[in-house]
Protein backbone atom coordinates (compact mmCIF):
# COMPACT_ATOMS: atom_id res chain seq x y z
CA UNK A 1 0.00 0.00 0.00
CA UNK A 2 1.13 3.45 -0.73
CA UNK A 3 2.01 5.74 1.64
CA UNK A 4 2.06 9.48 2.50
CA UNK A 5 5.01 10.60 4.08
CA UNK A 6 4.28 12.82 6.76
CA UNK A 7 6.77 15.24 9.18
CA UNK A 8 6.78 18.18 11.55
CA UNK A 9 4.96 16.93 14.78
CA UNK A 10 6.25 17.65 18.54
CA UNK A 11 5.91 18.80 21.65
CA UNK A 12 4.96 22.24 22.47
CA UNK A 13 3.91 24.47 24.84
CA UNK A 14 -0.19 25.57 24.83
CA UNK A 15 0.21 28.79 22.70
CA UNK A 16 2.76 27.69 20.82
CA UNK A 17 2.98 26.96 16.85
CA UNK A 18 3.55 23.90 14.69
CA UNK A 19 3.72 23.17 10.93
CA UNK A 20 2.72 19.67 9.62
CA UNK A 21 4.02 18.44 6.21
CA UNK A 22 3.07 15.88 3.92
CA UNK A 23 4.26 14.54 0.56
CA UNK A 24 2.61 11.99 -1.73
CA UNK A 25 4.73 10.18 -4.17
CA UNK A 26 4.64 10.24 -7.96
CA UNK A 27 3.19 6.93 -7.96
CA UNK A 28 -0.14 8.23 -6.73
CA UNK A 29 -1.83 9.88 -9.93
CA UNK A 30 -4.76 11.84 -9.79
CA UNK A 31 -5.08 13.56 -6.36
CA UNK A 32 -8.14 15.76 -5.64
CA UNK A 33 -8.22 16.83 -2.06
CA UNK A 34 -5.89 16.12 0.56
CA UNK A 35 -6.24 16.96 4.11
CA UNK A 36 -5.53 16.12 8.07
CA UNK A 37 -7.26 13.85 10.19
CA UNK A 38 -6.43 13.59 13.88
CA UNK A 39 -7.17 10.78 16.58
CA UNK A 40 -6.90 11.41 19.89
CA UNK A 41 -6.48 8.49 22.96
CA UNK A 42 -9.90 6.54 23.56
CA UNK A 43 -11.71 8.91 20.63
CA UNK A 44 -12.55 8.44 16.64
CA UNK A 45 -10.21 9.52 14.10
CA UNK A 46 -11.79 13.55 13.27
CA UNK A 47 -11.15 15.63 10.29
CA UNK A 48 -9.16 19.18 10.70
CA UNK A 49 -9.28 20.16 7.58
CA UNK A 50 -9.31 19.56 3.90
CA UNK A 51 -8.09 21.10 0.53
CA UNK A 52 -9.31 20.31 -2.41
CA UNK A 53 -6.84 20.94 -5.67
CA UNK A 54 -8.95 24.12 -6.92
CA UNK A 55 -7.61 25.36 -3.34
CA UNK A 56 -11.12 24.82 -1.68
CA UNK A 57 -10.57 24.54 2.02
CA UNK A 58 -12.82 23.34 5.00
CA UNK A 59 -11.93 23.31 8.91
CA UNK A 60 -13.84 21.50 11.70
CA UNK A 61 -15.04 24.24 13.96
CA UNK A 62 -12.77 23.30 16.34
CA UNK A 63 -9.41 24.34 14.55
CA UNK A 64 -10.78 27.60 12.49
CA UNK A 65 -9.01 30.99 13.10
CA UNK A 66 -6.30 28.56 14.46
CA UNK A 67 -5.04 26.16 11.60
CA UNK A 68 -4.59 26.67 8.15
CA UNK A 69 -4.49 24.01 5.13
CA UNK A 70 -2.23 24.31 1.83
CA UNK A 71 -1.09 22.97 -0.87
CA UNK A 72 1.80 22.82 -3.41
CA UNK A 73 -0.41 21.10 -6.29
CA UNK A 74 3.40 20.72 -8.40
CA UNK A 75 4.89 18.90 -5.47
CA UNK A 76 1.44 16.61 -4.26
CA UNK A 77 2.39 18.63 -0.76
CA UNK A 78 0.09 19.72 1.90
CA UNK A 79 0.88 21.41 4.71
CA UNK A 80 -1.14 22.53 8.04
CA UNK A 81 -0.14 25.28 10.26
CA UNK A 82 -0.99 24.80 13.51
CA UNK A 83 -1.21 28.43 15.55
CA UNK A 84 -2.52 29.09 19.09
CA UNK A 85 -2.58 25.29 19.95
CA UNK A 86 -4.42 24.27 23.27
CA UNK A 87 -3.83 20.78 25.25
CA UNK A 88 -6.58 19.11 23.19
CA UNK A 89 -5.29 19.15 20.36
CA UNK A 90 -2.72 16.78 21.25
CA UNK A 91 -3.21 13.31 18.83
CA UNK A 92 -1.82 11.84 16.23
CA UNK A 93 -2.35 13.65 13.41
CA UNK A 94 -3.15 11.59 10.01
CA UNK A 95 -2.11 13.35 6.16
CA UNK A 96 -4.95 11.81 3.83
CA UNK A 97 -5.08 12.06 0.00
CA UNK A 98 -8.12 11.08 -2.33
CA UNK A 99 -7.99 11.04 -6.36
CA UNK A 100 -10.28 11.57 -8.33
CA UNK A 101 -11.78 7.51 -8.06
CA UNK A 102 -12.11 8.13 -4.96
CA UNK A 103 -8.94 6.28 -3.78
CA UNK A 104 -7.77 7.17 -0.53
CA UNK A 105 -4.71 6.64 0.94
CA UNK A 106 -2.61 7.40 4.02
CA UNK A 107 0.55 8.73 6.16
CA UNK A 108 1.75 6.95 9.08
CA UNK A 109 0.67 9.52 11.52
CA UNK A 110 3.04 12.32 13.59
CA UNK A 111 2.37 12.62 17.22
CA UNK A 112 1.51 17.03 18.37
CA UNK A 113 2.04 17.12 21.96
CA UNK A 114 0.74 20.36 23.16
CA UNK A 115 1.41 21.09 27.27
CA UNK A 116 -0.29 23.09 29.43
Known amino acids: QVQLVESGGGLVQAGGSLRLSCAAP????????MGWYRQAPGKQRELVAVITRGGTRNYADSVKGRFTISRDNAKNTVYLQMNSLKPEDTAVYYC??????????WGQGTQVTVSS
Open 96 to 105: NAMNFLQANY
Open 26 to 33: GSIVGINS
